[in-house]
């Protein structure tokens, strides 16, 4: 099955500063790599997603770049701001391969710092 | 629509006990998944379900642990005879399909002491 790992494990960023965070996955079938942000005591919510027909996507602040050729996918950060602090986790899945289930990698657990 | 709905919010019992916990997903979504959260695992997969159908269970740990989803709208997870290993948050999760975007409803905090 597949297999998601992600980096770093926690990561401190001064306000204003770019965050990354890269995760890796293993299945070459995978196609679809959502992003998930969960804050403190709340639910995981979707940020950001990517298809593997396209390299990079943006959305305001955030973006996700992907590398087919070497299975991994990065979130990108921009003008970090105090409410970005959170645990993120990443996800690879495949579609059109039935019923495959969405792995997500360990989180990483993103600090602003004022 | 109000969103995933999860019941109870908080559960505290007592080791040994039945615990029952209960998700309503979003009308339309086809695909309804339970997720349990600790500090040590992280967010795991326990089952899946497609159509009301269980997909795929290898995430349950043990035969204390059923999940079923006797129409598309309400599923039950529950744990018998519950232990303190098993404290954690659990999350019910719909989504219109595997590729989509999941939407987790508030979660169960559920100690069992």
């Known amino acids: 099955g597949e297999n998601v790992e992600q980096h770093p494990s926690t990561l401190s960023v001064q306000e204003g500063d770019s965050a990354v965070i890269k995760c890796t996955y293993s299945?070459?079938?995978?196609?679809?790599f959502p992003w998930y942000k969960q804050e403190l005591g709340k639910r995981p919510q979707l940020i950001i997603d990517?298809?593997?027909?396209?390299g990079e996507k943006k959305d305001q602040r955030i973006a996700v770049t992907l590398n087919k050729t070497a299975k991994h996918f990065s979130l990108h950060i921009t003008e970090t701001q105090p409410e970005d602090s959170a645990v993120y986790f990443c996800?690879?899945?495949?579609?059109?391969?039935?019923?495959?289930?969405?792995?997500f990698g360990t989180g990483t657990r993103l600090t602003i710092i004022p | 629509d109000a969103g995933v709905i999860q019941s109870p919010r908080h559960e505290v019992t007592e080791m040994g006990q039945e615990v029952t916990l209960r998700c309503k997903p979003i009308s339309g979504h086809d695909y309804l998944f339970w997720y349990r959260q600790t500090m040590m695992r992280g967010l795991e997969l326990l089952i899946y379900f497609n159509n009301n159908v269980p997909i795929d269970d290898s995430g349950m740990p043990e035969d204390r642990f059923s999940a079923k989803m006797p129409n598309a709208s309400f599923s039950t997870l529950k744990i018998q005879p519950s232990e303190p290993r098993d404290s954690a948050v659990y999350f019910c999760a719909s989504a219109q399909g595997i590729a989509y975007e999941q939407y987790f409803g508030p979660g169960t905090r559920l100690t069992v002491t």
């Open positions: 990517i298809r593997s027909n396209v």
């Open positions: 996800a690879a899945t495949k579609s059109n391969f039935g019923n495959e289930k969405l792995t």
């Open positions: 299945d070459s079938a995978s196609n679809y």
